[in-house]
């Protein structure tokens, strides 16, 4: 089973708004990661969780904020967003260095629309 | 500063005709390549990989190689067929902290696979 899951599919929030992104894997792999991705651009990196710890921040703003509660789950919790975050939010996940080539396994993407 | 650079933004091919994908990097501390295919609305579907050490890897209809000198990799893609039509991504590993792997994508480059 090489699936990642994300929910929603779809979210469409107020700027007052707080909501939460879900990423789940069952694939036994210790790193996971947060993506923006933008329209007719690459995927960009914001977060990355490895053995359960946030091990890289790529500067994101505070109203982005990860949690991984246990190994199979990842979150993002999202508080006072901007329009300019309207975006595709993937989650990936991947085995660790020394585990391979570490390829990341992406989820569906949540499609994030702030209004 | 764009570490991996897809020059070509589009390519078109006639089905049954091979498909040829290009990607130029800057950073010597990449030690994995890897191609990522992606539709519309869904997330990174990974193709196949390479390790900086070799000069080339087979799977099936797809193969990359690598000129670790010119710090260029292709992907090439026989026969083309119309499923492949999609956004393809060169993406350049490297260790980061944590022992998780940190992925530095491409542009991407739209290929159309013409019936």
């Known amino acids: 089973d090489t699936e990642v899951t994300q929910t929603p599919k779809h979210l469409v929030m107020g700027m007052t708004n707080k909501k939460s992104l879900k990423c789940e894997q069952h694939?036994?792999?210790?790193?996971m990661y947060w993506y923006k991705q933008k329209a007719k651009k690459p995927p960009e990196l914001m977060f990355v969780?490895?053995?359960?710890?946030?091990?890289i921040n790529e500067s994101v703003p505070s109203r982005f904020s990860p949690e991984c509660p246990n190994s199979s789950l990842l979150n993002l919790h999202l508080h006072a967003l901007q329009p300019e975050d309207s975006a595709l939010y993937l989650c990936?996940?991947?085995?660790?260095f020394g585990q391979g080539v570490g390829e990341q396994y992406f989820g569906p993407g949540t499609r994030l629309t702030v209004t | 500063d764009q570490q991996v650079k897809q020059n070509s933004p589009s390519l078109s091919v006639q089905e049954g005709r091979i498909s040829i994908l290009n990607c130029d990097y800057t950073n010597s501390m990449f030690d994995y390549f890897l191609w990522y295919k992606k539709y519309p609305a869904e997330g990174p579907t990974f193709l196949i990989s390479i390790s900086s050490i070799k000069d080339k890897n087979e799977d099936g209809r797809f193969t990359v190689f690598l000129n670790k000198s010119a710090k260029h990799l292709s992907l090439h893609i026989v026969p083309s067929q119309p499923g492949d039509s999609a956004v393809y991504f060169c993406a350049a590993s490297r260790i980061s902290s944590g022992s998780a792997r940190q992925l530095t994508f491409g542009s991407g480059t739209q290929l159309t696979v013409l019936p």
């Open positions: 694939m036994g792999h210790r790193a």
């Open positions: 990936a996940s991947s085995q660790l």
């Open positions: 969780y490895s053995y359960e710890k946030l091990s």
